[in-house]
């Protein structure tokens, strides 16, 4: 039996940087490579060799893009490279980073992960100062800024980071080396890792595994810029730090769950929600036959939820591994006509079965209510969905591609609607308590949960404005 997916909820991109190594261009290409799943729709790398920038990007996988010969020709001891999957702007090749551009004669190159929610108005500003675009990503304004600035080029990095709001983990490339820069509120991931007599930056520390020697793992701090330069490490705050707001979708859904980030491991917090779920249902008499996770995101969770409750774990689910990334487009038009990924149900399994069902995250809720199906059609006597998050009733405006509450299920419905709807037994989030306890951290945005975000929304804020108008009781 084959279910059809065609929703799902994806990160804006992944950045990498290394400092201060020969091979620093194959590097890079492995670092982006451990980073792939942060993003499908395009790649590139920057070099600097001296005064010389030289990049290559393009669109498709990092095993597309790049050849031994773009490699090759990529020459220089500094790179920074990014994986993209758009949320601001389209998926045109302009928009496909590393973003170039020229500061009295020489060039410099930037790398983002997240989205800059006042970019609408400093666009404007920019282009009434003379400033030409050459695509729609948000991106692009950093380049503007920096360009706008006075004084050295650390200076008037500082001054561009200064006037964005929003979500970004960013890496600038120039002659003096590579500058690392995460937001105020720490939103995103960025850490470093010393590798050789160099360091390896990345958004994930999956990255870094890749290559072996490098463990000492530093996360940037929000509203910090770290300058690797040829004298060392320079950190500097260009901002008042406002804490750790990381992305809880980075614990729940989209890091790798080798990854560390702001000290803790992804997968070890997934087993953590998991076990928190199965305390819940203890306390509510809940019981079942089998645990299953919805492959490959939520097998950490079933695994905590099948430990704490004793109720054994089984491969109920087979995900379709070899799906062609078409199905990873950013309009919902592309997506549903897409590659569609594929899970099968193993039968002998199921049938008969109760069956926990565990998976990250509701956003649309067709991919719920067909694996809902598909489970019954094997013969699953029961299905109790737990979601490892707390229900999504809220867009995100900081780098993921949840911006209307049009596709959010659960900003429409009830959970009781919703269970109905999915045609489940019994269905059940998490609360935001529960993330607390089992990352044992608060520093966590959860705006998408709650509706509180962390930073001004600027223009963003008129969607806010007209759902809660037509939605008087939200
Ligand atoms: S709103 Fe949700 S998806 Fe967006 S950064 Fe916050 S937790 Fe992550």
């Not at 809902?372 to 094997?378: D, G, H, N, P, R």
């Amino acid at each position: 039996m084959v279910c059809e997916i065609i929703e799902e909820i994806h990160e804006e991109c992944g950045v990498f940087g290394v400092y201060h190594a020969e091979d620093s261009a194959s590097l890079t290409y492995y670092g982006l490579h451990a980073l792939q799943h942060r993003g499908q729709e395009g790649c590139g790398i920057a070099t600097m060799n001296g005064e010389c920038l030289t990049a290559y990007k393009g669109k498709g996988l990092v095993s597309e893009v790049f050849r031994d010969e773009q490699i090759q020709a990529l020459q220089g001891e500094y790179a920074i490279g990014h994986v993209r999957y758009s949320t601001a702007g389209g998926n045109e090749i302009e928009n496909v980073q590393p973003l170039i551009a020229n500061l009295e004669k020489h060039k410099f190159a930037v790398v983002h992960n997240g989205q800059i929610v006042n970019a609408k108005e400093l666009r404007i500003e920019l282009e009434k100062k003379g400033s030409i675009f050459q695509g729609s990503s948000d991106s692009e304004i950093i380049l503007h800024l920096i360009q706008q600035g006075k004084g050295s080029f650390s200076e008037r990095i500082k001054q561009a980071f200064q006037r964005l709001e929003g979500a970004y983990a960013c890496l600038v490339l120039c002659e003096e080396g590579i500058f690392a820069i995460r937001d105020h509120n720490g939103l995103r991931p960025l850490a470093y890792a010393s590798y050789q007599d160099g360091y390896l930056i990345s958004s994930e520390s999956c990255a870094f595994d890749v290559m072996s020697s490098s463990k000492e793992i530093t996360d940037v701090d929000s509203g910090e810029i770290v300058w690797f330069h040829s004298k060392g490490i320079t950190k500097e705050y260009y901002r008042k730090p406002q804490g750790v707001h990381m992305c809880a979708m980075e614990y729940i859904y989209f890091a790798r769950p080798d990854s560390v980030i702001d000290g803790i491991n992804v997968h070890e917090a997934r087993v953590a929600t998991g076990r928190v779920m199965a305390q819940k249902d203890k306390e509510s008499g809940v019981s079942a036959d089998i645990v299953i996770g919805v492959p490959d995101s939520s097998t950490s969770a079933a695994i905590g939820y099948a430990k704490e409750s004793g109720i054994p774990y089984e491969l109920g689910l087979i995900k379709n591994r070899y799906v062609g990334r078409t199905f990873i487009q950013p309009t919902q038009k592309q997506r549903e006509r897409g590659v569609r990924m594929k899970l099968s149900a193993i039968e002998s399994l199921v049938s008969g079965k109760r069956i926990i069902l565990i998976d990250d995250s509701i956003v649309r809720g067709t991919t719920s209510r067909r694996i809902v199906q598909l489970l019954k059609e094997a013969g699953a006597k029961e299905v109790h969905i737990r979601i490892g998050a707390p229900a999504i009733t809220h867009p995100c405006f900081y780098g993921v591609d949840t911006s209307s509450f049009e596709e959010l299920i659960s900003a429409r419905m009830s959970d009781a609607e919703l269970c109905e709807y999915l045609k489940a037994d019994s269905l059940r989030f998490m609360e935001i308590s529960d993330l607390i306890k089992a990352y044992q951290s608060d520093a966590l945005c959860t705006a998408c949960f709650s509706g509180h975000y962390v930073t001004k929304l600027f223009s963003y804020g008129t969607i806010i404005q007209a759902f809660y108008e037509s939605h008087p009781l939200k």
